[in-house]
């Protein structure tokens, strides 16, 4: 397989943005990404465009060639073709396309993600969100997505004795980071102590602990080795992009504490990497829910099973700490834009490893990673990103 | 000079607490009372209705004017909960104060701004000299479905304002709306209960068009939020007029004598009327007045207002706003149900 390297990246301002529509949107992030790449429109080769529910929420499919449409670039007549893997659809569309150049079909794909929730009411977006579990065995029951992570959740302090003070920690911590990112819909921090104090949703998970949806958009434009070298910017390279599955419904599962897709998509992506868990200095995962984060770290093999949630209270998981995770405030500071969050980790993973990331750069970050997930983990998408010849 | 020549309030009598409401949905740990800052609402008895709370209202505002029904040429009554949706609130209204039928009438619907944009209505008819004084209402008996976020405000109550150029109490110098298309909030055709578009109501909506208007009246007026004794926000709970305020400018002390919503609840189109008959109710000679509606739709009214020598000897007699708002009766909320004709009976079975 041909090396991919991560040329462009765009992304809009994520939030509540209610004069925006999905079409400015995508075609900002990818007008973006484009320019930051410095090539032309008409040198991108194939398209794919991520979006969990415009379908259901807008009405709208066939948003690969919206967006090419959009962009002026429908009399290039490449193939453009819309990715769906619930809310990990942003990384399967960065898969995808890493797959087309990876595999020399193309030169240069671009992968974009968009999502837009705040147009409809609020039990729309509640079911478009259930839609990532399973909608005949969990979602008809009732059992929403924070029901089941709330099941997780217990079932975590159960075996391992996480705390209320140790999720709230996450919160805490995202915030933090979410302060600096100027891109981020809750760009402000909040106090560990007021997570507790927030309203319940589902026992033990608070309003503070959940990711809320918001708008936005972002995309990558990725080149082969060849296009990379003729190219100005600084040189940042997916070294390895790794899938995993699992049941679609929770109880069919062994274990509630375990993510069984992310661990095996992890080592996976290590493997094809060449590098160890230790070796990833920034991550930028699913923390859709504060236990999500606690899970996925664990799955991720950045922390044995049980310390993610003790870490985190150390401040392993920010600066000066073990791994810097969710730089960008993750999934719960910078918002949850359904098929946009995959490629919105990808642009954070990017900008850290050009060293261009700003209040939030992480000392002399050369190896990253991204992590999304579709809801409680049915499917799990890592890439594992690496700096080539220092930063811009 | 056009302005305020007589005014009149009703509020029904009953209250619902929020925790009681929230207590039968379970959703004490929320505490919404706390975060709405309102602690009850005003509810309508089995006998009242828009058109009754509007008859009292306009009845009160009549029996302490110099100027007689005979002298009515305009009825606009602003409601989101007239009680036909075809045939007129007014007209009731009309007949009810004995006004000749020599004059012109209507409903009003703007969500929680009919009744501003009333008397903007009013102020024209009488500043044109096409009728002599007018009455403007704003009353609503508003719908909450039950459970929902709207239920712990959505109560009941009127003011009405007979306008005229003559022995006017309170002077209206200025007013200007600000206006656009913004579906915060609306009840379609033959819905019972209205949908709200969630956080969409604060920002773009209330506070978007309350701030604006209110800026604009400033500028219009050439007066700062100082210039002012009082000031009169639309109040959808307790907490969206005190923010709206502060970020204008405003001192709380200023909003304290318009500011019902944590004791009435939200009145809909009543709301920053009763808001403004309390503030008359106490007023002085010369007392400035800010104030500003909104109706969710969206648009704000702002008006710029004087009390005059006249107020001195006007009947400010009872009873008050505050008189209103102490004669209440505390009910549960099976009883509530009952009166808001929320349960279903069997008479309608076959």
């Known amino acids: ?392 | 000079m056009v302005g305020i020549v007589s005014y009149g309030a009703r509020i029904p009598r009953y209250r619902i607490t929020t925790d009681e409401i929230a207590r039968v949905w379970g959703k004490q740990e929320l505490a919404m009372g706390r975060s709405l800052n309102v602690a009850e609402k005003s509810v309508p008895g089995p006998d009242e209705d828009t058109t009754t709370l509007s008859v009292e209202a306009a009845r009160q505002a009549i029996a302490r004017s110099p100027h007689a029904a005979d002298t009515i040429g305009a009825i606009y009554v602003g409601s989101e909960s007239h009680v036909y949706a075809v045939k007129p609130t007014a007209t009731i209204v009309a007949a009810a104060l004995g006004a000749p039928p020599f004059l012109t009438a209507a409903d009003f619907e703007f969500a929680c701004k009919a009744g501003t944009a009333a008397i903007q209505a009013c102020m024209g008819m009488v500043g044109s000299g096409l009728v002599r004084t007018g009455i403007a209402i704003g009353a609503d008996t508003s719908q909450g479905a039950p459970g929902d976020a709207l239920e712990y405000s959505a109560s009941a109550g009127a003011a009405a304002f007979q306008i005229g150029t003559d022995n006017v109490i309170a002077e209206i110098g200025h007013t200007i709306s600000f206006t656009t298309d913004t579906p915060d909030f609306w009840r379609r055709e033959g819905e019972r209960y209205p949908t709200h578009a969630a956080r969409f109501t604060g920002e773009p909506a209330y506070y978007r068009h309350t701030l604006s208007c209110g800026a604009a009246l400033l500028e219009k007026a050439g007066t700062q939020p100082a210039d002012y004794d009082f000031a009169v926000f639309h109040q959808p709970n307790g907490k969206f007029p005190t923010r709206a305020a502060s970020k204008l400018g405003f001192e709380p002390k200023q909003c304290e004598t318009g500011l019902l919503a944590p004791r009435i609840g939200n009145t809909y189109s009543g709301a920053v009327l009763l808001g403004l008959c309390a503030v008359l109710d106490i007023a002085r000679p010369g007392a400035r007045i800010f104030v500003t509606g909104y109706g969710s739709g969206a648009g704000s009214d702002a008006f710029d207002i004087t009390v005059t020598e006249q107020i001195s000897t006007y009947q400010r007699s009872a009873p008050t706003v505050e008189d209103l708002i102490d004669d209440r009766v505390v009910i549960d909320y099976a009883t509530y149900a009952k009166y808001r004709g929320k349960i279903v009976t069997a008479e309608v079975a076959p």
């Open chain 1, 1 to 392: 397989m041909r090396p991919v390297y991560a040329v462009g990246i765009g992304i809009t301002k994520f939030g509540e943005l209610w004069e925006r529509s999905l079409r400015e949107l995508i075609t900002e992030a990818g007008l973006a990404a484009v320019a930051d790449a410095g090539i032309a429109g008409e040198d991108i080769e194939s398209m794919y465009v991520a979006s969990q529910s415009a379908g259901r929420l807008l009405g709208q499919e066939q948003l690969g060639v919206l967006a090419l449409d959009e962009a002026g670039l429908a009399d290039t007549h490449i193939p453009a073709t819309r990715v769906e893997a619930g809310d990990a659809s942003g990384a399967a569309a960065l898969r995808t396309a890493y797959l087309s150049v990876a595999s020399g079909a193309h030169a240069i794909s671009v992968a974009g993600g968009v999502e837009k929730m705040t147009d409809v009411l609020e039990d729309e977006v509640a079911t478009a969100f259930t839609s990532n579990s399973d909608m005949e065995w969990e979602g008809f029951f009732g059992a929403t997505l924070p029901a089941l992570f709330a099941m997780m959740a217990r079932a975590h302090g159960s075996e391992f004795g996480t705390t209320r003070e140790q999720l709230s920690a996450v919160t805490a911590k995202n915030h933090g980071h979410g302060a600096r990112n100027p891109g981020a819909a809750y760009r402000f921090p909040i106090a560990a102590a007021k997570v507790a104090q927030s309203p319940i949703v589902a026992d033990p998970l608070r309003v503070l602990d959940c990711a809320a949806a918001v708008d936005g958009a972002a995309a990558v434009v990725l080149a082969n080795d060849e296009v990379a070298a003729r190219l100005d910017g600084p040189k940042v390279r997916i070294a390895s992009t790794a899938q995993g599955s699992d049941t679609l419904a929770l109880h069919e599962r062994e274990s509630l504490t375990r993510l069984e897709s992310t661990t095996i998509a992890a080592s996976a992506a290590f493997e094809r990497a060449g590098i160890s868990a230790d070796e990833v200095q920034v991550a930028e995962v699913h923390d859709v829910f504060t236990i999500a984060e606690i899970l996925a770290l664990e799955a991720l093999t950045l922390f044995k099973p049980g310390e993610a949630a003790g870490a985190t209270e150390k401040g392993l998981t920010t600066y000066e700490g073990k791994v810097v995770v969710n730089p960008s405030g993750g999934l719960k500071a910078r918002g949850h834009a359904l098929g946009a969050t995959g490629l919105a980790q990808a642009c954070e993973i990017v900008e850290q490893l050009r060293n261009a990331a700003g209040d939030r750069q992480v000392d002399n970050a050369a190896t990253g990673l991204t992590h999304a997930m579709a809801g409680t983990g049915g499917t799990s998408i890592v890439h594992v990103f690496r700096a080539e010849g220092g930063g811009r």
